[in-house]
Nanobody, 123 residues
């Protein structure tokens, strides 16, 4: 079984910083695109930042210049450094990754979701 586990969420004051981590575990052959999404209460899930296997990145306009996505391929981990946080950044943050893995005697390629980590920006 493969899974993504996020960590690093919490309560932070406006203007503060947090770093989220997402680790892929299981019998994994490769980790391709890795993406952070977020979903605020009453809103649709939206893409925050993505990084390809080659390291190319893209960001939502609302977080450009404040958030940085990075990855450690040796650790099958993606990070989201969030600076200058605003109350509008409050949401559950989800990690998504395209994983090539081994399960039930077969090699598989799927997009997998983490369980989410809550980020609350409030004074």
């Amino acid at each position: 079984q493969v899974q993504l586990v996020e960590s690093g969420g919490g309560l932070v004051q406006p203007g503060g910083s947090l770093r989220l981590s997402c680790v892929a575990s299981g019998v994994i052959f490769s980790v391709n695109d890795m993406t952070w999404y977020r979903q605020a209460l009453g809103k649709e899930r939206e893409l925050v930042a993505a990084i390809s296997g080659a390291g190319s990145t893209k960001y939502a306009e609302s977080v450009k210049g404040r958030f940085t996505i990075s990855r450690d391929n040796d650790k099958n981990t993606v990070y989201l450094q969030m600076n200058s946080l605003e109350p509008e950044d409050t949401a559950v943050y989800y990690c998504n990754a395209e994983l090539e893995y081994y399960l039930d005697h077969a090699r598989r390629l799927d997009y997998v979701w983490g369980q989410g980590t809550l980020v609350t920006v409030s004074a």
